[in-house]
Each structure stands twice: as C-alpha cells, then as structure tokens.
C-alpha cells in the first residue's frame, strides 16, 4: 500500500488522487481541513474465498463519533485494519486526513518497556517522555508511568494504550472493541474518560463493539455492517450522557437490533 499523506485519497492499488470535498452541512469541529476525517470507496477484502468487504463506501465527518456494530465475522475489524493501514490485501480506495490511530481489544503493551515508554513508542519527538507523561495524566495513570505493564489492570492497561493512540493527536481515532474485556464498573469509567478525550482532541472515532447499548450511549452515528457493506445507519442527536429509556434510544435500539436479527427479547 502507498503510504498516505494528510489530505490524499489513496487506491490501495497504489493510485493517489485528489480527495473529495465533504458533503454540505457535516460539521467541522474546528477543524483545519477540509473533507471527510476518513473516507473509503469501494472496499472488497476475500479471506479464503469468502468476501468480507464487498465494494464498501464509508465517510466520517471530522469530529464525528461513529460506532459500527454488526454479527462476528462481518469485516468490523476488517474495515478498521483497512482504515489504519494495516491490511496490503484490501482493494479499493481510502483517505485518512492527518493520519489514523488504533486502540485495540488487547492494549498490547510491550511487557520489556515502562507504561511512559510503551506510550511514547515510535513518537518523533524532542522530549517523548515529558509527553508520555503529559498523556498520562490525561488519562488518570500520572502514578503508573514507571510501572511495568503486566502489573496493570485491565482498564489501567487501556488508558495506557488510549494515551498511546491520542499522544499521536490523530484525526482518526480506531477503537476495536477496547472495552469488551473489562467489567462493567470498569466500562462505565473508560466510556467517560472517551468521551471527555474526544471533546478535548476532537478526533473522529470509529468505535467498533457488539454491544448496541455501548454503541447508542456513546456515538453521533451507528453503522451495522452486513452482508460486506453498510446495511443501516442511524443518526443521534440526544445529548450525553444519555439515558438508554430516551424514546428516540430505544427506537433505534429496536432497529438496530432488527438489523441484526434480534426481533424480540433474548430472541
């Protein structure tokens, strides 16, 4: 794949070309460029014959949360390897404007370096430790900076690896179910500490989860993937904190669960 540049629509044949102007009325959350934060067109990806991205089209708005939910085995970690760059096999097109960062399921620490060393790793900077350290505190873990990471917890290792993706100030930021392995106390705290995250970076999100009450509490939009391509969306404009009784919630919580052929209760 042809490494992108800020602002660049790149084939993943290797083919750049201009990036298309956002679509009227998105809006821009201060910020700086213009178009779509992300923005694919024409996504396929085969795993041993069986096509898991068929032709997909995808925009985020710049600051918008997105969540996509959808059936295991649909292609939700599919598309955001695709977004992040991390998988040569898809085809078709994608642009990342001012570059993407992941957060996912597992924290994947380095278990050899420290908690400010992990966070600052690969970061081109003059001073990567005073902004590991500043990362740190944004994410509640200013104490732990010179632990090792398998003496975290579980929610404590996910700050580590927030604070990693948003010390790079992406303009995407890719979160691959990173709260599925925490207990519920523990979700309800990292889904507030996103939250204020994303009102102070103003990242896009694309949060992928199975969980549509997590989906409903947390995004601007929600995506069900299906059949390779986006089969429903849904636009939320309540505002947080929300409470999952509102009408306009469990309207679309029916919907959702429709799309993903959950007709009834436990059915």
Known sequence: MAPRTPGSLISLNGTARDTPTAAAGRPERGMAHIGPAALARGLSREFAGRLVLDRLDLDIAPGEFVALIGRSGTGKSTLLRALAGLDRDVTGEVSVAGGAAVAFQEPRLVPWRRVWANVCLGLRVSDPKSVAHAALEEVGLTARADAWPLTLSGGEAQRAAL???????????LLDEPFSALDALTR???????????????????????????????????????GGRIAYGGRIDIPRPRDRDHPELTSLRTS???????????H
């Open 256 to 266: 959702l669960l429709g799309e993903l052929g959950v007709t009834t209760e436990g």
């Open 188 to 226: 309800i705290t990292m889904h507030r500490l996103v939250l204020r995250l994303w009102a102070q970076h103003q990242p896009a999100v694309l949060l992928v989860t199975h969980d549509v009450d997590e989906a409903l509490s947390l995004s601007d939009r929600v995506l069900v993937l299906a």
């Open 163 to 173: 604070a990693r993706a948003l010390v790079r100030e992406p303009s995407l930021l």
